[in-house]
């Protein structure tokens, strides 16, 4: 079957350093896309992952493990407009690049 | 550039009308798509477009048509609305198809079917 799993709620402070994980299994992987969505908005991209390893994008940096199915976000510098859902997605082999998304993990930055 | 653009941005369907959400984008992307977005059910694909003249289904086709006559494009058509339908429905496009690209989403259409 084909699964992707986040945490629901997560809650950090301003300034501080939040890991946002999420976990796949699915048939045929080509890599595993982040977005973030604020409320009522739109998601927008944030990171692409398709080798193991970590890509940094200045506070946003993503992980990736094929061989463990697993994946996360950090997030450095926390900043109030960081509260908002961060959505997993993995990109299924063939199939037209079809995404598998997450359910999104919800975050909460208090001052 | 607007990039990509839906109408209406809500709507409220009584149960068995039809109607066309509207989508289109300014980047000359090749690859357009209709996902839905339901509490505790993600985001889910209802069509998409690899091409002026090609669409596909996705997950949850059933209730929906697409067309994809220019590259600009992808209107999604409810041909019976259902409560079941009441959903938050995102447009989005990619450059390619053909290689991983990041996708950009419309402002979404919220329908309400009652």
């Known amino acids: 079957g084909q699964n992707i799993d986040q945490p629901t709620e997560m809650t950090a402070t301003e300034g501080a350093i939040v890991q946002i994980n999420c976990t796949y299994q699915?048939?045929?992987?080509?890599?595993l896309f982040w977005y973030q969505q604020h409320a009522g908005e739109a998601p927008t991209f944030l990171s692409y992952?398709?080798l193991d390893g970590l890509e940094e994008k200045g506070r946003f940096s993503s992980f990736l493990s094929r061989s463990k199915g697993y994946s996360y976000l950090l997030l450095k510098e926390l900043q109030m407009k960081d509260s908002a859902s961060y959505l997993c997605?993995?990109?299924?082999?063939?199939?037209?690049?079809?995404?598998?998304w997450g359910l999104g993990t919800s975050l909460a930055v208090n001052p | 550039n607007a990039g990509v653009t839906q109408t209406p941005k809500f709507q409220v369907l009584k149960t068995g009308q039809s109607m066309t959400l509207q989508c289109a984008q300014d980047?000359?992307?090749?690859?357009m798509s209709w996902y839905r977005q339901d509490p505790g059910m993600g985001l889910r694909l209802i069509h998409y477009?690899?091409?002026?003249?090609?669409?596909d289904q996705g997950e949850v086709p059933n209730g929906y048509n697409v067309s994809r006559s220019t590259t600009e494009d992808f209107p999604l058509r409810l041909l019976s609305a259902a409560p079941s339908q009441t959903s938050v429905y995102f447009c989005?496009?990619?450059?390619?198809?053909?290689?991983?690209?990041?996708?950009?989403f419309g402002p979404g259409t919220r329908l309400t079917v009652t």
């Open positions: 989005a496009s990619s450059y390619s198809f053909s290689t991983p690209v990041e996708q950009y």
């Open positions: 980047m000359n992307h090749e690859y």
């Open positions: 477009s690899v091409g002026a003249g090609i669409t």
């Open positions: 699915t048939s045929g992987f080509n890599g």
């Open positions: 992952n398709v």
């Open positions: 997605a993995v990109e299924r082999a063939g199939n037209n690049r079809k995404l598998i």
